[in-house]
């Protein structure tokens, strides 16, 4: 039976070759599913990460090596250490008994030859949706509503290009990003990282979250009055180890200009059009630390071509095999290298490199958040 309309089953098809990947395309959505789909190992584990999928249908072989499938096997590996890796179906045309073992050893859930059968390829994708159905446990439906969480659209503006992502360490996590709608040309972000990871930093994320909605009725704000009642709130409902990091602020189309608060958390990155770099320090305390709050506001114009990077903590102190860093300096030096590129292009390269630097072991929720005047 084809695929419900109403939630039709998202597949991510990877596969080195235009004319397998548009082959590929019309067929699953002749068949009622959602298809994406990318052209190398490093673009299947960023689309991967980022975007929930039901399975992944990936060749093994790509053009660095068109035979052993070594490449599509490493892939696999790097693949089971997401946080939510979504099961793998893998193809070849240079199919052996030998190369389907290893390729199942290493995680995949099921093994079809090019060229392939139509019927024969939509039954196996089908069969692997049922034996990977959702599960119902705790963790499995935390992450689920904590999903929804996240702003499910963002309004428009015509001064300023803006997106967010979050790519969470384990099930669930503390980072928490925001976008408010002050009406027309105005715009509310928010960019929070409760301490602590799990359920625990999860559950204090959608305490935080409402809080701040709440309170963020109406634009302008007085930033600091606001983060006052939201730290007392904070603090008398937390144990005080319990606390926040964050960086709030609105933007208006007609001033071009941000008005910010920052408790505590990382100093957003702001790169002009000429190319001069300004951070934005703490401009506040952090919120739900102390019984008592201090904070100022202060604001930035955003010309055309001007950039504004937030990120979380888990970005610059992702770890490397060696222990090393990815400090805040790759971090400026990417913003630099990419600043003529679109905001998506711009999320792509970080993502990059942080996957290309970072241990899968041991790391923290990433998020990003990128502005860019236009």
Not at 20 to 31: Q, S, Y
Not at 100 to 117: H, I, L, S, Y
Not at 145 to 152: D, E, I, N, T
């Amino acid at each position: 039976m084809a695929a419900s309309a109403a939630a039709p089953l998202r597949v991510l098809v990877a596969d080195d070759q235009p004319d397998v990947r548009m082959a590929l395309r019309l067929l699953l959505k002749m068949e009622g599913f959602h298809a994406d789909d990318v052209d190398s190992p490093t673009e299947l584990l960023h689309a991967a990460s980022r975007r929930p999928y039901d399975l992944i249908l990936m060749d093994l072989n790509y053009t660095r090596d068109t035979t052993s499938g070594q490449e599509g096997l490493d892939t696999l590996v790097r693949l089971k250490q997401l946080p939510t890796a979504p099961p793998a179906i893998v193809m070849t045309a240079w199919s052996s008994i030998e190369l389907a073992v290893e390729a199942m050893r290493r995680g995949a859930v099921d093994f079809v030859t090019k060229p392939w059968d139509n019927p024969t390829l939509i039954q196996t994708l089908r069969k692997s949706a049922r034996r990977a159905e959702r599960p119902t446990d705790d963790l499995s439906i935390a992450r689920r509503v904590q999903s929804k969480l996240f702003p499910q659209a963002q309004p428009q503006l015509t001064t300023l290009e803006y997106k967010a992502t979050c790519v969470e360490a384990g099930p669930v996590g503390g980072d928490y990003y925001d976008f408010l709608d002050f009406g027309p040309g105005h715009v509310g972000l928010v960019l929070a990282d409760v301490c602590g990871k799990g359920m625990a930093a999860a559950l204090l994320m959608a305490n935080l979250q409402a809080t701040l909605r709440s309170l963020c009725r109406n634009a302008p704000l007085d930033w600091a009055a606001l983060m006052s009642q939201a730290n007392q709130l904070f603090y008398q409902t937390t144990s005080p180890e319990h606390y926040a990091t964050l960086f709030a602020a609105d933007y208006s189309d007609r001033s071009r200009t941000l008005r910010y608060i920052n408790c505590g958390h990382n100093p957003p990155l702001h790169l002009d059009r000429d190319g001069n770099l300004r951070r934005l320090n703490t401009t506040a305390l952090v919120v739900g630390a102390f019984r008592r709050f201090n904070g100022t506001m202060e604001e930035v114009r955003l010309e055309s071509g001007d950039w504004l990077m937030l990120f979380s903590d888990g970005i610059v102190e992702a770890q490397n095999d060696a222990g090393e860093m990815f400090g805040e300096e790759r971090l400026q030096a990417l913003l630099a290298e990419n600043r003529h590129r679109t905001v998506d292009e711009m999320e792509y390269a970080v993502h990059q490199a942080l996957d290309a630097f970072a241990s899968p072991y041991g790391r923290d929720d990433w998020t990003l958040v990128l502005l860019r005047g236009r």
